[in-house]
């Protein structure tokens, strides 16, 4: 029993089913982010918690009352939507206390909510102001004050950060995720931007094609995505992926690839696991960073591997250098430390950290090892 | 080199902006032409105008046709003036314009916020209304107004307008509330808002260009009908211009032509008024909806 339950829940428009029962339960002061590509169902979800949209089957619970047809307003949530949604004739205190106003809450404690938030997020300032007179990064802040003077049992945020320039976007970030551990509410955060899921959340949900692909904390998603679409959807640039073939030496499986002149490459798996896949075919992937020249690789790691191949582009980004590469077929790319000394055309040797590598089947796309 | 072909460049375009300007007086000119002859010819007495000589300004200056055009001319059987008429009309333009306003406001907020099942069909039913002759809808609306008590009366008359007025302002209220972000109503409605206090406190302190567009358009037309003014009125409740052609077209005594200038100047009035106040909104708010951001 969480604090938000969402229980096999499922939305259909007509006979087009877009969410597949959804399994999700949240606990008290978590942050959850609902994180996928356009067109999967994340805002869709976040609605129907909002109560903007009908539950087609299925129960969403908040603190273990059915909020199924609950009127957004009876529920205790509070939105932050992507455009702010201000209410232009009204000032910034005025759209702050709008929703006090409608829940008959009297004017003196309207008025003494209001300041605190206003001091909370560093608005006092403009409370006199319309919202058509503020900046994108006022106007985030006064849709947030709005949301948190409510005192809600649970916040939505849709998309809250995608209007904003990148620096802006990033402070933000920040700014949200101090106010999250300072007031410990829980949160559902739907993006696309996967770098915010992952810096923002305790626990992120996968989604793509109206299917949760995995629920699990950052660190699980990342290191151990649960197939090739989450694999590939979270990271920046994105797992590289490779087909390979699984052989055996010395009792021990190997990844083999072609490198890129054809010949092959044999890098041993940490996974024991795959000796069980001997002879077949499995999708390699290997996160950029994990794939580094050979002073660069990862210390810690118990299973380095090497080999050489012939370096096509190298694209120097000022903190990282971004080698790329033909493995497998593919191209790859390989992310080294800005001073690595590499050039186009050069044959390099590179360290491959196989403690972290993982293996897909490639007919399910599902995650085998590790 | 190229200060020189920019000299030639700004010197033909003086040229072209001076042949623009003479062409565009000349057309303003012959437009004024009419409101011209109105005007000079309203305070003029009656003699120099039967004398001849309509252009010319007058050589004596009166404003004894507006007065009497205005309180004492004689029109159906009292020697009124069409001010009994004003009233009549300003009693039936204010509430047909503000409740078809209202109304449509309303429809447009319902048609676009609060989606439901054949919405689209009910608003081309809707606009469909725009396009239906005024003399098809005659005797069935005279039917209605007798079967509802209000015929002959200046409330039957304000009814047939809203009635006939919904279908645009529907259409100007839905197109302008089809581009107001939905989530401001749906931030309203988790904020607790109910559906007229989502309408009154945020959807029309935020339609003031559409509206201005609703009500130049329903009080120009509703001001300017003739076709239910002359149909559906009684004796005392006949609107401005069903005055206005009864004055002109009185067949006894002479023909007061100054009088009769004056009193299409008087029934002109307000509409121009309401243009002139709130005209620069108009343009904008016809435009708004029509082009995103």
Redesign the interface.
Known sequence: MGFLDIDNTTKSYGAVEVLHNVDISVQEGEFLVLVGPSGCGKSTLL?MI???EEITSGEIRIKDSVMNGV????RN???V???Y?L???MTVGQNIT??LE??GTPKPEREKAMREVAKLLQIEQLLDRKPGQLSGGQRQRVAMG?ALVRNPDVFLFDEPLSNLDAKLRVDMRTEIKKLHQKLGTTIVYVTHDQIEAMTLSTRIAVMNGGYVQQLGTPQEIYDSPANIFVATFMGSPAMNVLPAHVRLQKDAPHAEFSLHDGSLALLPFSQKNLAAWEGKEILLGIRPETLTDVDGADRKSSNIAEMTNRIVVTEPAGSDTFVSMQLGGKDVIARMRSDAEVRAGQDFTFAVNMEKAVAFDPETEARIAP | MSVASQDTAIRTGRITRTLIYVVLILFALFYMLPLYVMLVNSVKPLSEITGGGMMNLPEEFTLEPWFKAWSSAQIGVEPTGLAPYFWNSIKMVVPAVAVSTVLGALNGYVLTKWRFKYDTILFGLMLFACFIPFQIVLIPMARMLGLMGLAGTTWGLALVHVVYGIGFTTLYFRNYYAVF?T??I????????GFF?IFW??LL??SGPIAVVSIIWQFTNIWNDFLFGASFAGADSQPMTVALNNLVQASHGVKEYNVHFAGAILAATPTLLVYIVAGRYFVRGLMAGSVKG
């Open positions: 609605n909002a109560g903007l009127h957004p307003s009876k949530i509070a939105m939507f992507q455009s949604a209410y232009p004739n709008f929703g409608m829940h709005r | 972000p989530e401001l749906r931030a309203a409605q988790i904020d607790g808002a206090q406190r945020i302190p935020s």
